[in-house]
């Protein structure tokens, strides 16, 4: 099983930051790494596929990188609906589907 | 518009069965490459999928609850449903229906709200 490692768990910053998440894949997935957010009472929604891809509708804000083992999310200009919870997932080898831990993006 | 939504009971006593059903609309789990995972989150925890159905009516599961689950689908009523045998309190958590267009690139486009089980005496 593909273990994923995001960090930092937590994460304080302000509206207009940039911040970069980093999602650290137990073996390489290749490229089959995507992101959600995840808000609270929400369902997660998905941002990045392909590492890098953005899917139908996410901000241009939103920029994924990465491969093999280690993996970023990037968003830029931190507006107030960015705050919550994202992680990561691979798809490169299932079953079984795996989840990072995720990393709780706050206000400073 | 791809819709998704679980329903089930919100608390189960420890050793009964759950079942939870997955309803959505906006695509039919009959076409090809279309699948539905269930996935789970205990409170305070990580997401842990569970389990998956395609439109061949292929099934996987989680490694350490494979003994335990059953997921099948109803593709005349747009279900998907999963039931999970021997209940424990550490089974607590929101569990999540989703959609992926590929099975061989299951990300996961579309989920559910959520459903919140409880298992207590």
């Known amino acids: 099983e593909i273990v994923l490692t995001q960090s930092p768990a937590t994460l304080s910053v302000s509206p207009g930051e940039t911040v970069t998440l980093s999602c650290r894949a137990s073996?390489?997935?290749?490229?089959?790494l995507a992101w959600y957010q995840h808000k609270p009472g929400q369902a997660p929604r998905l941002l990045i596929y392909?590492?890098?891809t953005r899917a139908t509708g996410i901000p241009a804000r939103f920029s994924g990188g990465g491969s093999g083992t280690e993996f970023t999310l990037t968003i830029s200009s931190l507006q107030s609906e960015d705050f919550a919870v994202y992680f990561c997932?691979?798809?490169?080898?299932?079953?079984?589907?795996?989840f990072g831990q995720g990393t709780k993006l706050q206000i400073k | 518009q791809v819709t998704l939504k679980e329903s089930g009971p919100a608390l189960v006593k420890p050793t009964q069965t759950l079942t939870l059903t997955c309803t959505f609309s906006?695509?039919?789990?009959?076409?090809?490459?279309?699948?539905v995972s269930w996935i789970r989150q205990p409170p305070g925890k990580a997401l842990e999928w569970l389990a998956l159905i395609d439109w061949n009516d292929d099934k996987y599961y989680s490694t350490s609850l494979k003994t335990r689950l059953t997921i099948s689908k109803d593709t005349s009523k747009n279900q998907v449903v999963l039931t999970m045998t021997n209940m424990d309190p550490v089974d607590t958590g929101t569990y999540y229906c989703?959609?992926?267009?590929?099975?061989?690139?299951?990300?996961?486009?579309?989920w559910g709200q959520g459903t919140l089980v409880t298992v207590s005496s």
């Open positions: 997932q691979q798809y490169d080898k299932w079953p079984p589907v795996t």
């Open positions: 989703a959609r992926s267009r590929d099975t061989a690139m299951v990300t996961l486009d579309y």
């Open positions: 073996q390489s997935v290749v490229y089959n």
């Open positions: 392909g590492a890098s």
């Open positions: 906006g695509f039919s789990l009959s076409t090809s490459g279309v699948c």
